[in-house]
């Protein structure tokens, strides 16, 4: 069994003793190391992850964010929505994931007509056999990367039933709740549907992106399109440790960067978007992840940007939003380094953004 030793205990797959639930359950904060134990790094992973993305990304062209994008998701555990038109490999991409990681991967094309069965399996023939009823638990109870396609086709009864088990990794079984491995949910649509605040299964989605097509096609006869296997370069136990990480690291954060955060959500709240207070949680897994994929274990000002694919609801909010998140970074720089290190063209858009405590100390220093 494989650990992450951290500054407040030790992470690790193992339920037994522990004192913190981490990532829906995927991993535990532990006093001790687990017995015959192995210490691992969570930089170690982080570094097959970007091996991974880069080797995905490589195959494609124009990709490269929207790899990146599913990298984030599964080292955070947040869910991952791609807007785009048909064909553009969304499902060749997130097969792939799925093969680096050595996981089982389910997909399906959501409709109307959707159900359970066709979401978590059939009812159990052996359970009839017995008089009782249950389900031959499979599909999406069993698969790491699950990606579901035509999200926008989907009835809500549909995205209603898949809430606990995107958001929570559960299933309800006759015998209570049970932790499915889903370590990564993709949503893929052509169409954003009922986009606001109190769209239960639209917040659950955290990482949001719309993937355009290619601006030069004449590459996409380059490359292998997905066609080159890629190398199972992880398992899943190092996934529920990085996302454990992850989460423990995301109660952690230094004052600058929490601060930060609140002055970004305060100046947002000021223009009137909405934010709800799990995306706000899960905005901070999000900023933590991106430190890891760029090799530190500390995030920094620029991890914040992280946001722009978090924090917007509605499309038509995206560049507002990531110019607030801009905004947010100058001010935030300028607090810790000094106004010469702000570029002159920038001055100008810092006045907009009113957070009480950044402003005060700008004045104080």
Excluded: C
């Excluded at 964010?65 to 038109?85: I, R, T």
């Excluded at 959707?114 to 599909?139: C, E, I, V």
Aim: avoid cysteine.
């Amino acid at each position: 069994m494989k650990y992450i030793k951290t500054d407040n205990g030790v992470i690790s797959t193992e339920e037994k003793n522990h004192v913190m639930r981490l990532a829906h359950g995927h991993s535990f904060l532990q006093s001790s190391p687990p017995s015959s134990g192995t210490e691992i790094s969570p930089l170690d992973i982080a570094a097959e992850v970007v091996r991974l993305r880069d080797e995905i990304s490589s195959q494609f062209v124009g990709m490269e964010q929207a790899v990146h994008l599913l990298a984030m998701g599964l080292v955070s555990g947040g869910n991952v929505f791609l807007w785009s038109l048909p064909g553009a490999a969304k499902s060749t991409m997130a097969r792939m994931m799925a093969a680096g990681i050595s996981g089982e991967f389910f997909s399906l094309n959501l409709g109307p007509d959707t159900g359970k069965s066709d979401l978590f399996g059939p009812p159990s023939l052996s359970a009839m056999k017995k008089d009782q009823w249950d389900r031959a638990w499979s599909r999406v109870a069993t698969a790491h990367i699950t990606l579901f396609d035509e999200w926008d086709k989907a009835s809500q009864v549909v995205h209603n039933q898949l809430l606990t088990a995107m958001e929570e990794k559960l299933v309800t079984t006759n015998n209570g709740n049970k932790t499915i491995p889903m370590l990564l949910g993709i949503a893929a649509a052509n169409e954003v549907v009922d986009p606001n605040p109190r769209n239960a299964s639209w917040d659950r989605l955290l990482f949001r992106m719309k993937v355009k097509y290619p601006g030069d096609y004449q590459a996409l006869l380059t490359v292998a399109g997905g066609r080159t296997p890629v190398s199972p370069r992880l398992e899943p136990e190092h996934i529920q440790l990085i996302q454990g990480w992850v989460d423990n690291k995301a109660i952690h954060l230094s004052r600058e960067i929490r601060e930060a955060m609140s002055a970004i959500y305060a100046e947002m709240k000021r223009k009137g978007f909405e934010v709800s207070p799990r995306r706000f949680v899960r905005w901070a897994r999000a900023i933590v992840a991106e430190a890891l994929l760029d090799g530190r274990t500390e995030p920094e000002m620029a991890d914040l940007f992280s946001g722009s694919n978090v924090l917007w609801v509605k499309p038509e909010d995206m560049e507002t939003v990531q110019n607030v998140q801009r905004m947010g970074y100058l001010i935030a720089n300028y607090v810790q380094v000094g106004f010469p290190h702000i570029a002159a063209n920038d001055l100008n858009t810092l006045a907009p953004l009113r957070s009480e405590f950044l402003l005060k100390n700008i004045l104080q220093s």
